[in-house]
Nanobody
Framework: QVQLVESGGGLVQAGGSLRLSCAASGRTSSSAAMGWFRQAPGKERDFVAAITWFGGKTYGAESLKGRFSISRDNARNTVYLQMNSLKPEDTAVYYC??????????????WGQGTQVTVSS
């Protein structure tokens, strides 16, 4: 019911910034929230941040506070992840997701294809 298309990934130098976009289509109103997850090489998929469609409530991983922020544009059905002061440890495949929300991947029903973010030292 929901299709997600991500963009904005790429290679960036440590300390730089990157803005990821996730364009949603379909029955986006059926999903209460949009979230971002990431999976680094050899690691499990980790929660990054989430935002509710209607109230705009945001929450994110504590370890990323002050560097990452999530926002949305309901008119464009698009969610963004602004990443600042990037570190090599931020290197991962970043996934956009839609669903009930929360910090667990089990709370999301729909997933994007993932976009690679590589931070060089």
């Amino acid at each position: 019911q929901v299709q997600l298309v991500e963009s904005g990934g790429g290679l960036v130098q440590a300390g730089g910034s990157l803005r990821l976009s996730c364009a949603a289509s379909g029955r986006t109103s059926s999903s209460a929230a949009m979230g971002w997850f990431r999976q680094a090489p050899g690691k499990e998929r980790d929660f990054v941040a989430a935002i509710t469609w209607f109230g705009g409530k945001t929450y994110g991983a504590e370890s990323l506070k002050g560097r990452f922020s999530i926002s949305r544009d309901n008119a464009r059905n698009t969610v963004y992840l602004q990443m600042n002061s990037l570190k090599p440890e931020d290197t991962a495949v970043y996934y956009c997701a839609a669903g009930d929300g929360g910090a667990s991947y089990g709370g999301y029903r729909y997933w994007g294809q993932g976009t690679q973010v590589t931070v060089s030292s």
